[in-house]
T-cell receptor
Framework: DQQVKQNSPSLSVQEGRISILNCDYTNSMFDYFLWYKKYPAEGPTFLISISSIKDKNEDGRFTVFLNKSAKHLSLHIVPSQPGDSAVYFCAAGYNAGNNRKLIWGLGTSLAVNP | DAGITQSPRHKVTETGTPVTLRCHQTENHRYMYWYRQDPGHGLRLIHYSYGVKDTDKGEVSDGYSVSRSKTEDFLLTLESATSSQTSVYFC????????????FGSGTRLTVV
């Protein structure tokens, strides 16, 4: 049972436009959310994160929005560039006893077309 | 780069043979993780380490063991490889457990035939 869901396996956007990647979660215990980007034949790269006490975090062209009541977060990329073409993973973290756990979504493949 | 390397990058092995994957870091980070990535499953944690000789199981640890005899190296061993262990394996490091900004290695693609 997926606790972190990225319902769109793929997304195609024109260069210069906004890319919006969505992520839904089911576990109310999640208190930290992250987005990672992954290029083929490389490991994931940390992109941006947000604590559950916030509803927005911005870093350059990347903004993450968190809607706790809807258990939904989104990543906005403005403006989109061809180099943003990659797989984007949403991940959520929580305390599990003495450990911190990180649960990953299945990823959304973003294609930014010139 | 990030100071984390995985070896080998690719390996083909036969069912029933033992296989060891190596993760080496130069960042002196305390926490190290082994993940596997499979279609339809995303990234799943196999084992992790929170210090030298301190390791614990993740969500898919059956058939795997790990060792960490020094800070910089975290070894993942498939005791008797099975076809279900064909996957891409990623190692990750972080300085603090509460810092989820993991740095990942480039991955090892393992094929068990």
């Amino acid at each position: 049972d997926q606790q972190v869901k990225q319902n769109s396996p793929s997304l195609s956007v024109q260069e210069g436009r906004i890319s919006i990647l969505n992520c839904d979660y089911t576990n109310s215990m999640f208190d930290y959310f992250l987005w990672y980007k992954k290029y083929p034949a490389e490991g994931p790269t940390f992109l941006i994160s947000i604590s559950s006490i916030k509803d927005k975090n911005e870093d350059g062209r990347f903004t993450v929005f968190l809607n706790k009541s809807a258990k939904h977060l989104s990543l906005h990329i403005v403006p989109s560039q061809p180099g943003d073409s990659a797989v984007y993973f949403c991940a959520a973290g929580y305390n599990a006893g003495n450990n911190r756990k990180l649960i990953w979504g299945l990823g959304t493949s973003l294609a930014v077309n010139p | 780069d990030a100071g984390i390397t995985q070896s080998p990058r690719h390996k083909v092995t036969e069912t029933g043979t033992p296989v060891t994957l190596r993760c080496h870091q130069t960042e002196n980070h305390r926490y190290m993780y082994w993940y596997r990535q499979d279609p339809g499953h995303g990234l799943r944690l196999i084992h992790y380490s929170y210090g030298v000789k301190d390791t614990d199981k993740g969500e898919v640890s059956d058939g795997y063991s790990v060792s960490r005899s020094k800070t910089e190296d975290f070894l993942l061993t498939l005791e008797s490889a099975t076809s279900s262990q064909t996957s891409v394996y990623f190692c990750a490091i972080t300085a603090q457990a509460t810092n989820y900004g993991y740095t990942f290695g480039s991955g090892t693609r393992l094929t068990v035939v």
